[in-house]
């Protein structure tokens, strides 16, 4: 449930962003006949709500689609466990976001100011929500973006979320 209101919230926030970066839609969900066991579970119910998400006003937050999330497993290459172990969904200002498949729990690199495959030591690599839904309420919808992605009270993404509320 929290996960519908997430991506209702999402939706509304599309729909009032101002132009030139919007009004935008969701794109709509992945059909109940294709199997997403591939994708982390958590995920994967995000993906039966809307495959993918460009968020933001310039796109800085991506959740990826599936064929985006199919293509893309090499991303965990450098990770403890790799493919096998992270599923990679999301990215934000082009770093990405990974599930952990066996607990769901939501990982990025934290410092936005490094790319992240620099990250040899994976220093910055750090764990941001217990679940998908909570990663979408922080980072994308709630106190998150302001505080690692907000360009300021003119943030045409900040106004959006601010008037669907």
């Known amino acids: 449930m929290r996960l519908i209101d997430s991506v209702r919230r999402i939706a509304a926030a599309l729909a009032r962003l101002a132009p030139p970066y919007g009004p935008l839609e969701l794109p709509p969900p992945v059909?109940?006949?294709?199997?997403?066991?591939d994708?982390?579970?958590g995920y994967a119910e995000f993906l039966r709500l809307a495959d993918g998400a460009d968020c933001g006003s310039t796109g800085d937050m991506r959740l990826w689609s599936a064929a985006s999330v199919r293509h893309t497993p090499w991303m965990a290459d450098d990770l403890p466990g790799g493919a096998t172990r992270w599923c990679v969904?999301?990215?934000v200002l082009q770093n990405p976001v990974?599930?952990?498949?066996?607990?769901?729990e939501v990982w990025w690199?934290?410092?936005?100011?490094?790319?992240?495959?620099?990250?040899s030591?994976?220093?910055?690599f750090a764990k941001l929500a217990d679940d998908v839904a909570g990663f979408i309420d922080h980072l994308i919808l709630g106190p998150g973006y302001v505080q690692h992605l907000s360009t300021g009270r003119d943030d045409p993404w900040l106004e959006a979320l601010s008037t669907s509320e």
């Open 98 to 104: 990974f599930v952990e498949r066996a607990t769901g």
């Open 109 to 119: 690199f934290s410092d936005l100011n490094i790319v992240w495959y620099t990250d």
């Open 89 to 91: 969904v999301a990215d």
């Open 39 to 41: 994708i982390a579970p």
């Open 31 to 37: 059909p109940l006949d294709e199997p997403l066991g």
């Open 121 to 124: 030591d994976l220093a910055s």
